[in-house]
């Protein structure tokens, strides 16, 4: 039995854009890949914010936990997708590890104004971090390389 190629995820704080990308790529790849998410520094919650608009799209994220991304450093990790700049920048090489890709997003944590500004706000991340890994995980279909 071969177990199947790890993609991480990895943001600064892994309570928001990270979260939100692991359950959209798990939730869109179905059986393909394992996903996990990690942060270089990581916030210690999942943002609430980020749970309530993945509901709203169908996706239960409320089961996630922020993680250090050194707690992938002895599995084997065949992707690393960095979803913010400070994450690029900090992150290590990962035993076995085939490919990196960097797709940046704003941090809704940042956003400010009323409470239907900030979700909008989430809601806007969110739909882009979609169209993104949504179509990652199409390629992965198609039997593209990870």
Request: proline share 5%; glycine share 8%; aromatic share 6%.
């Amino acid at each position: 039995m071969t177990s199947k190629p790890l993609v991480l995820i990895l943001c600064t704080g892994n309570s928001c854009r990270s979260h939100i990308a692991e359950g959209i790529l798990r939730a869109a790849a179905g059986d393909l890949i394992e996903v996990a998410s990690a942060g270089s520094n990581p916030a210690g919650y999942v943002h609430p914010k980020s749970i309530e608009v993945m509901k709203e799209i169908g996706i239960d994220i409320s089961g996630h936990h922020s993680k250090h991304m050194n707690e992938f450093l002895d599995r084997p990790v065949d992707t690393v997708i960095t979803v913010c700049g400070n994450a690029d920048q900090a992150c290590p090489m990962f035993p076995g590890q085939l490919h990196r890709f960097h797709w940046g997003f704003d941090d809704p944590a940042h956003a400010t104004g009323t409470e239907e500004e900030v979700l909008k706000e989430f809601r806007r991340v969110r739909d882009q971090i979609k169209l993104v890994f949504e179509a990652y995980a199409a390629g992965l279909k198609r039997g593209q390389s990870l």
